[in-house]
């Protein structure tokens, strides 16, 4: 069965780069402009992974994480946060807030596949 | 897998340049005393949200200016700096400078390399400069897109590469938390590992980052206390060897390898209680967090969709109204008895298309905001270059217009505005001299007026110069004389070539002049009007159709054809008694209306029909306007007034003299619409001279 991703990130090249780089990988791909519309698509459909940006406007990535890790179907999926930002602190709040891991952007399709098969095959 | 990223390259600039003018009005509208922090945070993730993109699509130049802007503004808005103007100014200047360098990336243009240095140097300083006192300096993060590398530590001495060498001595850890450790380590620099004598591990790091760091990243796995680090000084043979065969920074990490169901936990209650500040900080930091949240709520979601469809879909629902008209056409001749629930159901379709059509029509629709925007900062820098103060207010932003009318009206407002600082607002000595406010106030506004968006340029300045406008037109050879009304006078600055300015300055007075701005705005189906008070100032007013898609028009009837006419430019329709048509030898007929004499423009002439009536006191005439010019149309009949849906002959056929494009009426027929204003134009190349000599 296909496995889904949820990529939010509030850029939408960015978006379009993780959609089409899972997409060619096999995965599902669900966008989400900003925290809020990522969980309410989360809300909709249970996906087997969620990629996250940090600094988005509205809720950002660690509200976003901590709100899904609220809910019971989303104990235990994989969420990992992208980030272009090299401050530990930022890494160790959303380890904090239930992440399960990060990628420091930029990054290239073929690391973002190795991550991403790495957590959910 | 290999993905060319160059597919994604247009979106990216698409946001960019959208997040720079945000970017720039944001800051054009910040109080630098009292900044709102909503806006300062918005500022800051627009400089971040390019640099991320521009970092994953490889634009390094880009990445750089934008690493520099993201770093200060990222201290004013945590408040460890005071935002002042010169902050503004050189974020500014950056946003010039990246507008530059994604233009240099798109299209190839060149980019001003000095410029780009001198910008970044600005930033430089600026974030060097100015630290608030009771702040440990926070140098920029050195981060992987980053090119300048920060160190931030004092005391141990770097290496020739910045970097420090670390030596990390760990206590008896879970193999697993070893790797975890390794692989989180291993992102701040080149890691390498070896097993000690007592089975402890011990990882040399070649780093740029602070002891401070190491404790953070190992504090959420281990007490911190049981840590040993020391300063490694150099690299030992054995760890060299290491570092040149360890793996590349991965980039990413996974805090629990294998087991994502743990991650939800906390790593270690005991490292969190042993940290009890840091975990204050966050809270702080969560609690600025929520206010982000809150206010960031305004700002909507939008989805992007190519231009082409939405014309698509306008094309399509037009077709649809079309057929709905159709419909009702033909069941009007059925038994409204008989035929009652069809002709419910008939009339619920047409309110629904009406509806629709209304909804899709307002996908076209973006605001003024979208032009207004552009000239905060026009006017800001146009007025520090004359030496003039300049106020400008901006009203009514949110009226919409239609997305072609409103790309096509940039360029003569642009005109309009820089002419109006230019020429139109005086030097602030004039204006204390003549008991004004040393400050010029300069507005611009739109709105709706019935079926037009009215936009108007208004200045406070001296005004427009009647004797030096009439002198120059003489001079130039215009038909002028001193019975004009100030309102023709006016639409002399419109000729071709016109220009009252003694000197041309480098803002206006040269290139496109006010005939283009006017010309333009004609071909757009709109007209402008200018009122001026000598002394105290000058209103532009420009009236433009709010869209050209949908066209309220009256048609007409000749012989067999229906014409539509545009109805801004009807003003009434007469059947004109037979003594007030006169002819004159060679050049046509002209009717008399109301003590006025009108060229009379016979429509079956024009296209060479067979009319009904060609004796014009059996015919009706419509009397036209345009552009302050009226003309009598003759016609057989008038037949009615409707919506009618614009279709481009050019593009379906080819351009046709006296045509501005062609629509499907209700029973089928195709109907041509008439170009007003170039019926005129060609009427009055005829008659007026022989009228009014």
Redesign the interface.
Known sequence: MTKTILAVD?????R??LS??LK??GYGVIEA??G??GLAKARQQKVDLVLT?Q??????G??LIKAL?GMANY????I?MLT??????I???G??A??????????D???L?E?VK??IG | MTIDMSQFYQVFFDEAFELLAEKEKLLLALDVAAPDSEDLNAIFRAAHSIKGGAATFGFTDITEVTHMLESLLDRIRKGEMALTTEHVDAFLAAKDILTMQMEGHQHGSSVDQDAVDSVCRRLKALSLGQAAPAVEPAPAAPDAAASETVATDAGPVADADGNFHFRIELPVVPQRDVEALASELGLLGTISQETLPDQRVAFTLVTSEGRDNIVAICSFVLDPDDLKITHAGGVPQAAAAAVASAPADPGYAIFEPAKPEASAQPAAPAAEAAKPEQAAGEAKNWGRRATDKEGGSAESSSIRVGVEKVDQLINLVGELVITQAMIEQRINALDPIVHERLLNSASQLARNTRDLQEAVMSIRMMPMDYVFSRFPRMVRDLAAKLGKKVEFVTRGAATELDKGLIERIVDPLTHLVRNSVDHGIEMPEKRRASGKNETGKLTLSAAHQGGNIVIEVNDDGGGLNREKILAKARQQGLPVSDAMTDGEVWQLIFAPGFSTADVVTDVSGRGVGMDVVKRNITAMGGNVEIHSIPGSGTTIAISLPLTLAILDGMSVKVGEEIYILPLGYVIESLQPAAVDVKEIAGQGKVVKVREEYLPLIPLYQIFAIEPRFDDPSQAITVILESDGKKAALLVDSLVGQQQVVVKNLESNFRKVAGISGATILGDGGVSLILDVAALLRSSHQLNTDTIFS
């Open positions: 509030d850029s939408g090249s960015l379009q780069m089409f780089s060619a990988a402009v900003d809020q519309d940006d600094n988005m406007p509205g809720m950002d660690l509200s890790r104990k235990s999926v994989p990992l272009t930002e090299s401050g530990d602190d890494k160790a709040m380890k904090a239930g992440a399960t891991g990060w990628l420091v952007k930029p990054f399709p073929a690391r596949t991550v790495k957590l």
